[in-house]
RNA sequence: GGCCCGGUAGUUCAGUCGGUUUAGAAUGCCGCCCUGUCACGGCGGAGAUCAUGGGUUCAAGUCCCAUCCGGGUCGCCA
């Protein structure tokens, strides 16, 4: 019985023609002497009759017993649904299979949850059960995108010159960046592989070994915490090029995302994409990922409110801290609850408290009203545009923490007054990043994007004596308020490498030992390059509407990071730590499964 | 590591102030009936370690403590 057409592909077109269909039963109706069978492959459903009366006793015998994803076969005539029993709602709704032959090829359990759309389980349930999950014609959708989507840019670099070049998944640990996931080497005792965090110094030295243009779509691994956009394996496109400038890639990766959702959802992304330097973003956003999807700027109306009674604005503009606001129109109305409410979202993100103006009909309401005359807040209402209506939540502190607060409640305020089109794909490159960020924990600059990342030429005399104020040719590409990819011009000079690592702390030896071979290569010949990473379980999220990479990711990890189905990571035979050099220290676990199901 | 939310039939939920309940509903499942359904319909039935452990109480699904599990998030994520 070998199937000649798949489920949802028949059409009138194939009306009167014998078929033989393959798949799960996802629904029966039985209605005695007839029942209906919705079959479902990859493809779609397609609608199969059994009638009691026309076909013989055998066969029909059989279709009672079917039941929820059994696989069948089904040996039938394509006929034309009358015209009042045909459904709309069905690709394939216009005809139906009149089955002649069927061949149970499986019996299944009952699943656990419905195999359909839309469903509202609990997300450990699915994982458990990925294989039924991800038969849902949802997941499926998703996974046949991602795989376009990685078809689309495989052709493109290829189109363009650039080479697929795998490289080493068990490599050397290095310091800065993420945890590593360390793989222990048997041949040698004691000593540890790390799992790539990217394959960074690997592509570089491609470019010193003179492959120019390279790109590969890559897994990416960090032992860090878990989010709904992050998973501790994860997929990169990778790519680097020589002898080009950040215009070049920028053009490069722009005219890549057009192809890629023009020809993987059909949409078309107006190209160049808005530039926006790291400054603006961060002042106007209060995020180094802006959501242009709506407006909502961050305005800053510290000289409005300096100089008065108000102890709390002044003690922050004297200690140098600003006093910024967002407007939210037509919220003057805001239930006083959820003002209480918003005081706790900012003090997530460090904020000591949240004030507010509400210009409402019955007048100015504000915790600070008594500290500043009707013309003060006349004078902030034209600065800021606030009219008759409008709610100004205004925060007071240093100016990261007033940025970052404001900038996440500005997006929460998006959310909720429904700003958001969720239609809308709006593209941003983030330019001019900072070199390095300082980290209060470690007491030292840490380099924002990596250290192998090329300070702006006029910035590199700062590099050690003012490291704050040095700016690096990287770039983010953001959209819809995520950041989809980001990369770098590289330092390809060996002299200002070891530079940066001394601005990062390294000492010349730590840095020989743990990047010594790429400052060795560095000094054979190595050309100006640059490159970029696109994250493509976000890439693909955003594409696929979902909130959670885990959803076109055929089989993530839990927030945990364990995989619930296979129940990785578990402790291993005794043996095999011996072999490996180990000893546990860790208390030994209880199956965690032992009192849950069957 | 911190904070927030959650865990009750296979699944999704309800369960009030601790007591009239033998812990309900929907859906799924099982059986019987049903020839035009497409979330088919009708009748009947089975199905619960109320996450786990301890405590308070005459009495705990309900209150308290601890633990486990799941999701979100801050830190973390070059």
């Known amino acids: 019985m070998k199937r000649t057409h798949h489920c949802g592909d028949i059409r009138k077109t194939e009306v009167g023609q014998e078929v033989i269909v393959c798949g799960w039963v996802s629904r029966r109706r039985d209605h005695g002497g007839l029942i209906f069978v919705d079959l479902r492959d990859r493809s779609g459903y397609v609608q199969v009759v059994y009638d009691e009366a026309a076909m013989n006793e055998g066969t029909f015998h059989k279709a009672e017993s079917l039941r929820s994803e059994f696989v069948i076969g089904v040996r039938g005539k394509v006929r034309a649904r009358s015209e009042e029993t045909v459904n709309p709602k069905m690709e394939t709704g216009d005809i139906e299979i009149v089955c002649t032959e069927l061949r149970i090829l499986n019996k299944a359990k009952t699943p656990p949850f419905y195999i359909q759309d839309g469903i509202d389980v609990d997300e450990k349930v699915r994982l458990k059960y990925r294989y039924l999950d991800l038969r849902r014609p949802e997941m499926q959708k998703n996974i ?44 040698n005792p004691g000593q540890f592989y790390a799992l790539p965090q990217s394959p960074q110094i690997f592509k570089q030295i491609l470019q010193v070994a003179g492959f120019e243009k390279y790109f590969q779509i890559v897994r990416c691994f960090r032992d860090e915490d878990l989010r709904a956009d992050r998973q501790p394996e994860f997929t990169q496109l990778d790519i680097e090029m020589s002898f080009i400038s950040q215009e070049d890639i920028l053009t490069m990766m722009e005219g890549m995302i057009k192809e890629l959702f023009q020809k993987s959802i059909g949409v078309d992304v107006p190209t160049p994409f808005e530039r926006m330097d790291w400054d ?113 939540l205004v925060v007071a502190d240093k100016r990261l923490v007033v940025d970052t607060a404001l900038g996440q409640l500005r997006l929460e305020m998006g959310k909720e007054r429904g700003l958001i089109d969720p239609d809308a794909l709006r593209f941003l490159w983030v330019v001019d990043f900072p070199m390095y960020e300082w980290s209060d924990e470690e007491k030292r600059w840490k380099a924002m994007h990596h250290p192998f990342t090329a300070p702006r030429d006029e910035d590199i005399e700062y590099l050690l004596s003012d490291p704050g104020r040095v700016k690096a040719n990287a770039y983010d590409m ?87 189905m296979s129940e990785a990571p578990s402790e291993v035979d005794e043996k095999q730590l011996r072999e490996l050099s180990i000893r546990v220290s860790a208390p030994k676990k209880k199956d965690k499964n032992e009192n849950k199901d069957n």
């Open 144 to 187: 046949m995108l991602r795989h376009r989507v990685a078809k689309v840019m495989r052709d493109y670099f290829d189109r363009n010159g650039f080479l697929e070049i795998e490289t080493p998944m068990l490599c050397k640990s290095t310091p800065e960046g993420a945890r590593d996931f360390l793989v222990p080497s048997r041949v």
């Open 478 to 564: 953001v959209l819809n308020g995520v950041e989809i990819g980001g990369g770098s011009l590289r330092i390809y000079n060996a002299e200002l490498q070891e530079k940066v690592f001394e601005s990062l702390g390294l000492t010349p030896e730590q840095a020989h030992q743990k990047f010594g071979f790429m400052m060795d290569a560095f000094q054979y010949g190595t050309p100006p390059h640059g490159g970029l990473a696109f994250g493509l379980d976000r890439l693909v999220m955003i594409m696929a509407k979902c909130d959670s990479i885990r959803d076109v990711i055929a089989f993530p990890k839990n927030q945990s990071a364990r995989d619930v």
């Open 280 to 392: 603006t973003a961060m002042d106007k956003y209060g995020s180094d990922k802006p959501d242009l999807r709506f407006d909502m700027p961050l305005m800053d109306i510290s000289e409005y409110v300096k100089g008065s009674e108000f102890k709390v604005f002044n003690a922050v503009i004297e200690s140098g801290g600003m006093v910024k606001c967002i407007k939210v129109d037509g919220y003057a109305d805001i239930p006083r609850r959820r003002l209480d409410d918003l005081v706790k979202f900012v003090q997530i993100y460090g904020a000591k408290g949240l004030a507010w103006i509400q210009y409402s009909e019955e007048g100015i309401k504000s915790p600070f009203k008594k500290f500043y005359s009707d013309e003060t807040f006349a004078k902030i209402a034209e600065a800021t545009g606030a009219k008759t209506g409008d709610l100004l």
